[in-house]
C-alpha cells in the first residue's frame, strides 16, 4: 500500500515538474501533425488489427520459415496505440532485418517506429536504435529528425540531439535548412560541456589464442565515416559536412572547427588561409573550442570578432522556422495520405502474390498425383514385360569383377634397372 501511495506522488510530482520545467520549442505544435497521423488508425485495416495476436502469428511464421512480409510488418507497427508493445517492436524490426524483405521496407513502417519510440521510449534509446543500422535498419528524413531535435532543445539533451545530427550526416542529407541549423546549434552546445556521449562496446577477446586456418587475410580497413566512434570526430565531421562551401563567418568558423575536430588539419588550415585572403572573420567564441595542440600561425593574422554564438543559432533556426514549417507541414500531410494508398496497393499485390504461390502448389500437387496414378496404371498394364525384362537382365547382368587389394611387402626389392 505505502509503495502504492509512494508511486502516486512521484508521478504527481513528475508531472507538475514538467509543467513548471517546460521549455519554449522552435517548431509549433502544428508542425508535429500529431491529428493528422493519429487518423491513420481510423483505417479499417488497422482497425481490424489485433497487436497481440497478430505478433505472435509474425513471431511464430519467423520461427519455422524464417521470412517475414515487410507489408505485415508495417500493419503491426502502425497499429500499435501504447507503450505496452516497444521491446515487441524491436525485436520484429530486428527480425525483418535478417530476412530478403527488409529491401521492402515501406517509409511508413520507418516514420511509425521513430515516432513510436519518440513517444513510449527514451531519447537515448532511439538514438542507440538509430545507431544500430545493421540490426533495426531505421532511418531518419528531414522531418522526423526536425522534430526529434526540437524535443532535444527542449529536454536541453544535446547529446542526443547531436547524435540526431550525425545520423544526417551518415545519411549525407544535409538540404533542409531547418535540420541544418538545429545540427549546427546542438552540435555547439555539446561542445561547450562534452560529456554523456555513451561508450561504444569493445568486442571481448578470448582468453586463449585460437588460430583458424582460412583462404586469405583481411587487411584492417577504416572507411573514416560509418566507422567513426571518437564523439569528437563524429561532432567535427558534422560540423563541417553542413557547413561546407558557405562564407559567412559563423559557417566559416564551424567549418574549421568541425575540420580540427575530424583530423583534417590540412583541409582546416586551407580553410583559414582562404578567410585572410577574403578578408572573413570568425567568431571567438567558436574557434576557442579548437583543441590546443592546433596552434597554426594563420590564427594571429585572421581577423577575430566576438558575438552571442547561442543568440545567433536560436535566430537562424527560427528564420528557417519561419520560411519552411508551413510547407513542410503541408508535404507530411500529403505523404501522410499517399502512405494510406501504398500501404492498401502493397496488401493487394501481396494477396496475389500469395494466390500465384497457391495455385501454382496446386498445380505441383496436382501433377505428381497424375504422376503416380500414370505409373500405377503403367505397372499394370506392362506387369508382364516388366518380369521378363527382370529375368533376362539377371542372366545378362555381367557379374561385378572383385578387385584385389595390393599387399605391400616391407621385404620386396625391386629390380635394378641397368
Known amino acids: ?3 502504492i501511495l509512494r508511486y502516486c506522488v512521484q508521478q ?5 515538474t514538467f509543467r513548471v520545467q517546460s521549455v519554449r520549442t522552435f517548431l509549433s505544435p502544428a508542425y508535429y501533425c500529431k491529428e493528422v497521423w493519429d487518423r491513420r488508425l481510423n483505417s479499417p485495416i488497422l482497425q481490424k488489427v489485433n497487436v497481440d495476436e497478430f505478433f505472435y502469428e509474425l513471431d511464430q511464421r519467423y520461427q519455422k520459415t524464417k521470412e517475414l512480409s515487410a507489408v505485415d510488418v508495417d500493419l503491426f507497427v502502425n497499429a500499435i496505440k501504447n507503450e505496452y508493445y516497444v521491446e515487441e517492436l524491436l525485436d520484429i524490426l530486428h527480425k525483418l532485418r535478417l530476412t530478403a524483405e527488409t529491401c521492402n521496407t515501406l517509409s511508413s513502417t520507418n516514420h511509425s517506429a521513430v515516432r513510436l519510440l519518440m513517444q513510449y521510449g527514451t531519447m537515448e534509446n532511439l538514438a542507440n536504435v538509430l545507431d544500430d543500422r545493421l540490426n ?7 522531418y522526423t529528425a526536425n522534430i526529434l531535435m526540437d524535443m532535444c532543445w527542449k529536454k536541453k539533451d544535446f547529446v542526443s540531439g547531436s547524435r540526431i ?7 549525407e542529407d544535409f538540404d533542409h535548412p531547418i535540420s541544418t541549423s538545429l545540427s549546427l546549434l546542438h552540435c555547439y552546445n555539446y561542445l561547450l560541456n562534452p560529456n554523456g556521449w555513451p561508450e561504444y562496446e569493445k568486442p571481448e577477446e578470448p582468453e586463449e589464442e585460437v588460430k583458424v586456418r582460412v583462404k586469405f587475410v583481411r587487411n584492417p580497413y577504416f572507411d573514416d565515416h560509418f566507422d567513426l566512434r571518437d564523439p569528437n570526430k563524429i561532432v567535427g565531421k558534422t560540423l563541417a559536412m553542413f557547413t561546407e562551401g558557405k562564407n559567412d563567418s559563423l ?3 564551424f567549418n574549421i572547427l568541425g575540420n580540427v575536430l575530424f583530423g583534417k588539419v590540412e583541409k582546416a588550415t586551407g580553410a583559414l588561409d582562404d578567410c585572410v ?5 570568425l567568431y571567438k567564441e567558436i574557434i576557442n573550442l579548437i583543441p590546443p595542440d592546433y596552434t597554426p600561425e594563420l590564427l594571429s593574422k585572421i581577423d577575430i570578432d566576438s558575438s552571442d554564438v547561442q543568440t545567433l543559432l536560436s535566430k537562424s533556426v527560427e528564420k528557417q522556422v519561419h520560411l519552411t514549417s508551413e510547407r513542410d507541414i503541408a508535404e507530411q500531410c500529403k505523404i501522410y495520405l499517399s502512405w494510406e494508398d501504398e500501404r492498401i496497393k502493397a496488401i493487394e499485390l501481396q494477396k496475389q502474390r500469395l494466390s500465384t504461390i497457391k495455385r501454382l502448389q496446386n498445380i505441383e500437387s496436382l501433377h505428381t ?3 503416380e496414378k500414370q505409373t500405377r496404371l503403367w505397372f499394370f498394364e506392362n506387369e508382364e514385360n516388366i518380369e521378363l525384362a527382370i529375368e533376362d537382365g539377371k542372366k545378362v547382368a555381367p557379374e561385378e569383377k572383385k578387385k584385389v587389394k595390393k599387399t605391400n611387402d616391407e621385404n620386396y626389392i625391386p629390380p635394378e634397372i641397368r
Not at 137 to 142: N, P, R, T, V
Not at 277 to 281: A, L
Open 369 to 371: 498425383a497424375l504422376k
Open 165 to 171: 545530427a550525425s545520423q544526417l550526416m551518415l545519411q
Open 136 to 142: 533495426y535498419g531505421i532511418f531518419l528524413d528531414f
Open 251 to 253: 559557417n566559416r568558423s
Open 277 to 281: 585572403k577574403k578578408g572573413i572573420p
Open 1 to 3: 500500500m505505502f509503495n
Open 12 to 16: 504527481h510530482t513528475i508531472k507538475n
